[in-house]
């Protein structure tokens, strides 16, 4: 049995099963990493919006406050997002994430004033 594919740099390209199989995991793959975006992306503007309450600064600080911290301990921005997430539930930050964000707040703050 023969398949084509439509594709908008071969139109109508003739695809195996094996072909499409294949297609079909790398599409899978795509989807997947797409869903770990968006998840990430809402967890990140959340922790956002945390440390606006938490450290009384602007979105666009509390951004960069998060990014600084992220790239201070080579932790993923995603993976600070959460600690924060946590910390707002009773949870534990770890030490170096705190100190920075610590730091990272009052540098904004006082950007402020």
């Known amino acids: 049995m023969a398949f084509f594919a439509v594709s908008r740099s071969q139109p109508l390209k003739f ?4 072909d499409l199989a294949v297609e079909n995991e790398r599409l899978e793959a795509e989807c997947a990493q797409l869903e770990q975006a968006v998840s990430s992306h809402a967890v990140v503007d959340q922790a956002i919006g945390a440390l ?4 009384r600064i602007a979105p666009e600080e509390a ?3 998060l990014r600084d911290v992220s790239q201070r301990t080579n932790t993923k921005l995603r993976v600070v997002a ?3 997430m946590a910390f707002t539930q009773g949870g534990e930050l770890p030490a170096a ?6 730091q990272a707040i009052g540098r904004y ?4 004033r």
Not at 52 to 55: E, H, I, K, Y
């Open 15 to 18: 695809l195996s099963a094996t």
């Open 52 to 55: 606006v309450v938490l450290g």
């Open 82 to 84: 959460e600690h924060v």
């Open 97 to 102: 994430e705190r100190i920075g964000l610590q």
């Open 109 to 112: 703050q006082s950007w402020k």
């Open 63 to 65: 951004w960069r406050a």
